[in-house]
């Protein structure tokens, strides 16, 4: 790992010797114009910025050009200096306000950044807490650069930069999400610009699964360069979604719940089109849409390279580099056209058995209302069933007051009533079971949950205090090491961790744990 430093600004004064203060619309060729944006819209930095900086020594007066080289230093990250650019444009044209706002919206909430770096990645991130935030994500990242730069053929020459945004309201204002967006689909990250974006997992409650996310757009971001962003939206998730747990070499990419969505849609027949998830998942109307599109691209992409090799994938990007036509290229490579294909698709899948578990819904993303403030836990008031949420609650009141089997009997009452799995329920009531030490009954209800929401972080930490308290050291350390994967703003699998690795005697690790605790203990 690289020092910390500030982003410092960027010294224009070579800059103010070439660009005058004033620009206008000047003769610039129209063929001129377009190959600059197509430089730039396929992520090609280091063409388009030698390709601009020709055109400014030629037409240093045009307005074209300087809006294009705004567009390069924003694609590099230089915010400050894009903005400073665009004061030298002027027109009222849609996209060129549009993009001024873009800018200065960014340049606002990055301005106070940080930034570290990896071998192969820059990170950004708000001072404080989230700084922990890069140990781990160059443990996923320089892992993904390995594994799917081995898988594509392809290694990113430059640096990849990495942003982490402190809310969802921060991601909101620098990209096309809104808030609404983020709180439907569960969209917590996403690859635009020649960058990754994503909200700290220090911004909700029980933290997500960010670091199979990072991967995810990592392979976003590798296909884009290497097919120069000709990939459609519906192949690019497939492929991000299939490769998604590769860094931890596991294959099993498909969910419980992607599962459960996909199953349900074939037997009623409601899948979601390839036409309806542009412009991008995260605007379709549910959570649920949203699991059941990636359970039929990811799908889509397994049964394409169960029958034409791993290889077809890069065969695909590189050609549709070359610019030929995706539906050229995809007949090429399937023998026959994608109608076909989705119809032997669906054989597949059905083929495959898959299970609908009954009860089973995606667990939402849920934010804290303040990162800063202590605010007490309610989770109860997640709970959507009304009458099990009033239980929830009772059991709270009286766990809160020691009467833990008068609580228990609230929690298990609150499981039978509600319609749903509730991993936050059975949380409740397995917890209650670890109070009083009926430990073989908490370890059935949590591995149940585990089995079917198997990144949720509560679950994960119960089961590694459960095993420290039988004594099982090793286990312990298992689950507590992927519970503050899930959720490293939690301080108390920290300190788990940290008596866990004196008593084995590892002494680096629990320097090391030592360390991520303090970003957190205020």
Known sequence: MKHTFPITSI???????????????????PEKVYAGHKLIDDWNTEGAERFTNTLLKKYPKSGDVYFLKARVE?????????????????????????????????????????????????????????????????????????????????????????????????????????????????????????????????????????????????????????SRNNLPLWMHEGIAKYFEPRWRNNQAYLTPIMETMLAGGLQKNYLISLDDMMPSLAKLKTAEDVQLAYAEVSTMVEYLIQIHGGEAISTLLERLAREESFDLVISDILGTNLDIFQKKWKTFVKQKKLKTIPGLKPPGVHFKANRSSGEPSKEYREIDNRKSRDLTFLGDILQSRNFYKAALIEYRRAVDQSKVFSPILHNKLAKGYLITKEYNKAEVILNKSLDLYPMFHSTLANLGELYFDMGDIEKSRSFYERAVEINPFNPFPHMRLMTIYQKLGWKKEKELQTKLFGYIDH
């Open 11 to 29: 010294c224009l004064i070579g800059l103010a010797l070439v660009f005058p203060p004033i620009t206008s619309a000047i003769e610039l060729p």
């Open 74 to 226: 924003f694609l590099k990250g230089n915010y400050e200096l894009a903005a400073k650019i665009l004061k030298q444009v002027t027109g009222n044209h849609s996209e060129v306000r549009e993009f001024k706002n873009l800018v200065y919206d960014t340049y606002e909430e990055t301005k106070l950044f940080t930034t570290s770096e990896s071998k192969h990645f820059i990170y950004r991130y708000q001072k404080g807490p989230d700084e922990m935030l890069v140990h781990y994500a160059t443990k996923v990242l320089e892992k993904s650069y390995e594994i799917l730069g081995n898988i594509f053929n392809y290694y990113p020459k430059e640096k990849v930069l990495i942003e982490f945004y402190p809310n969802k309201e921060s991601l909101s204002k620098i990209s096309p999400l809104t808030v609404n967006d983020i709180a439907t689909s569960g969209t917590v990250a996403l690859c635009k610009y020649n960058r990754i974006m994503m909200i700290s997992p220090g911004s909700l409650v029980r933290g997500y699964n960010w670091m199979d996310t990072l991967s995810h757009e990592y392979t976003h971001y590798i296909l884009t360069k290497k």
